[in-house]
Structures are given as C-alpha cells and as structure tokens.
C-alpha cells in the first residue's frame, strides 16, 4: 500500500523550493545527485552559491532574511498538480492485465508445467520443478502481456544423459522437450529459439527455458547458438533484488517498470525489459522521493528520463553473475524526446492545465494514459 501525502504542497517543500530556484528541466538531475534533500521541517540543508541552509534558500525565494523556525506558521498552501495522482493512479489500472487474460495466461502455463512435470517426474502438478520468470515472474507485466515465461527444472539423470552425446547437445535437449509438449499440445506448432521452446497460444504465448539446478544452487539453461552450451540463468536474482527494492520503495519499482515497458511498447524501443527493469531499479536506489505516493510519479518519470539519458552507452550488471550488459544508444533520441515532453507535462501538471499536461504524457506513453482526469 502507498503512503498518501497531502496533496497540497507549500513554498516550503523541498520540490516546490528547489523548482522555483532551478526551474522544472533541471530538477531531475539536481535530485539525482543531491547528497541530502532540502527539507526545512527536518533541519537537512541545500548549499548553494549563496550561502548554505535554510536561510540562503529563503533569501532566494524572497522570504524574509530570518530562517523559518519550526516554530513559525505554517505558509498558506498552493493547490497545484491537482491532477497528477488521478492521472496516474488510472494510468498503472489501464496497465493491468484484464481478468480474461490473467485467467488464459494462469491456465496455459499451469497445463504446460504439469505436462512436463508428468513426463519427467510422474506426477501432475501445476508448479512443482518450475517457476516464472520474465514479467509475470517478477511482476511487470502490462496489457496486453506479450507472452508467459516458464523455467523448468529437468532431473539431473537427465544432464547427465546428455553429457554423454557429441554435437550441439543443447539444441538435442531443446527438440526433446519440444516433443514432450507436442504430446499434448498437438494442435500447436514449436521451435527450439535460441534458449526456449515457444507455444504460440493465440492469446498468451508460453515460451519454456529448459534448466537444471547446480549442486551450489545456481541454474544453468540452455543456448544452443554457436554450437551449444550451458549458461548461467539469473531469472531467480533478478526477481529478489527487484521485489527488495519494491518493498523498499513501497511499489515504486514495479510501478516505474510497467511505465517504462509501456514507452518501451508505444514507441518500439530496441530497449530490452529486463534492461528497464534495471535501470528502474538502479534509478530508485539514488532518487530522493522513492517511497512517495503517486503524486510524485510526474517527476518520477521525468527525471528518470534525464537519468536515461546519461546512461547511454553504459553497462547495467546483471545480479547473480555480475555479467555486464551493454545498453547501446539507439533508443537515446526516444529517450530524449521523452524527458523533453515529460518536462513539459509536469510544467502543465504544475499550473493545473490538465489536458495539456495529459497531451504531452500520451507524446510519450499513448492512450493508456489519461488525456483528462
């Protein structure tokens, strides 16, 4: 559950504060970077070229020479960015998948598990041996989900099995595991790709990663390119240190991924979404407000876009294997474009011009977000 704030906020707020000195475009950055936020009802103070703390902060603002005490009444409250919480509040319901397409999605990979579960353990079980990975995995999915991720784990025997045979063994593995499936999913046609053998189910596709579960506790899937081999899986870190940093950010994690994987869709990025996902994650760690409520989730999405921005080029380090994964710069142009009508739309969300401000979030986002609230 996110906390609620007021939806007032005053000239002595550290967003209203730092907005009025610097301007809206700079802000990302500036809170990105800061070492301690400017909170005046808390005693944490913004050095600047004028002076430090509260007092150099009010002489900028034109408030009286003598720094606020918390003794001192309260400034009377602005009400501006009435809209944002509606806006985004409606925007992260139209992401949800529909009740329809969760329950297809729920019954096609539970029927595929025990499928195999029954041909290499003989038992029918919906969950045993497996689990999800990928958005509904870690919960990231938006509407409409692309397809399920399952990650199933084969017996041992069967590793060793296959050890013994020469030539690509990991492509061998994949068309067994594809003809398992075809026993029951006779109707549909599958391809070993790559690392998955893919069911396309009209609806909800399921792709499965066949694994096996090393004695120190690691999976290793397989990848039939370049002749074969087995490789590391990180499905299983990626979803712990992304739900630490959920709970720690109370929701905003997922929240800012589903965004992003909505832009990444709308605008047809070249940016994988476990490379968000990432970033997200990464982002919220430095990000001043990461356990506010949806009223700041205008700026959340801004001044990610500024930190995208500069990630360009970059690395992000995959958790569980420390492997670094190049982010290119294809997508930056996007993402600048982004940032500069994110900028935009939180000026408007500011003045309360809400139909503006919603014509610049679907610049970025399209129709699941509202025009108006």
């Not at 050095?47 to 408030?63: D, E, K, Q, R, W």
């Not at 009209?202 to 792709?207: K, R």
């Not at 959920?246 to 476990?274: H, P, V, Y």
Request: proline content about 4%.
């Amino acid at each position: 559950m996110l906390v609620e704030i007021s939806p007032l906020r005053t000239l002595v707020s550290k967003r209203e504060a730092l907005h009025t000195v610097y301007g809206g475009a700079q802000l990302g950055l500036l809170g990105l970077y800061m070492g301690s936020p400017f909170n005046p009802l808390f005693g944490a103070g913004l050095n600047t070229p004028f002076g430090s703390g509260l007092g150099a902060a009010n002489t900028l603002l034109g408030s009286p020479s003598p720094a606020l005490s918390l003794l001192s009444p309260a400034p009377a409250p602005i009400a501006n960015w009435i809209y944002v919480r509606a806006r985004f509040r409606a925007f992260m319901e139209n992401l949800k998948i529909t009740a329809a397409q969760l329950d297809d999605g729920t019954k096609k990979q539970a029927g595929v598990r025990a499928c195999l579960n029954r041909h290499y353990y003989g038992v029918s079980d919906e969950v045993a041996n497996s689990f999800l990975m990928g958005s509904w995995g870690k919960a990231t999915r938006v509407r409409p989900s692309r397809d399920v991720d399952i990650l199933f784990l084969l017996p041992a025997h069967v590793h060793a099995q296959y050890q013994s045979r020469s030539g690509n063994r990991q492509s061998a593995l994949l068309q067994e595991v594809k003809n398992v499936l075809l026993g029951t999913y006779y109707q549909t046609s599958m391809r070993g790709d790559g690392q998955v053998v893919v069911i396309p189910f009209n609806q909800t596709p399921i792709e499965v990663s066949p694994g096996f579960r090393c004695t120190d506790g690691s999976i290793i899937v397989c990848d039939t390119n370049n002749g074969g081999r087995y490789i590391t899986s990180t499905a299983e870190a990626e979803e712990q240190s992304l739900s630490a940093s959920d709970t720690f950010c109370i929701g905003n994690t997922r929240a800012l991924a589903r965004m992003m994987k909505q832009w990444q869709r709308e605008q047809n990025l070249s940016l994988k979404s476990f490379m968000l996902e990432r970033l997200a994650l990464e982002f919220l760690q430095t990000w001043a407000n990461n356990q506010r409520d949806h009223f700041w989730y205008d700026w959340m999405v801004r001044d990610f876009f500024a930190y995208l921005v500069g990630r360009a080029n970059g690395y992000i380090l995959m958790p569980g294997t420390n492997e670094l994964v190049a982010l290119g710069d294809d997508w930056l142009y996007q993402a600048r474009r982004a940032h500069k009508h994110a900028v935009t739309a939180c000026e408007h969300e500011h003045s309360n011009y809400g139909i503006l401000a919603g014509q610049e979030w679907q610049a970025i986002f399209g129709s699941a977000i509202p025009l108006s609230t």
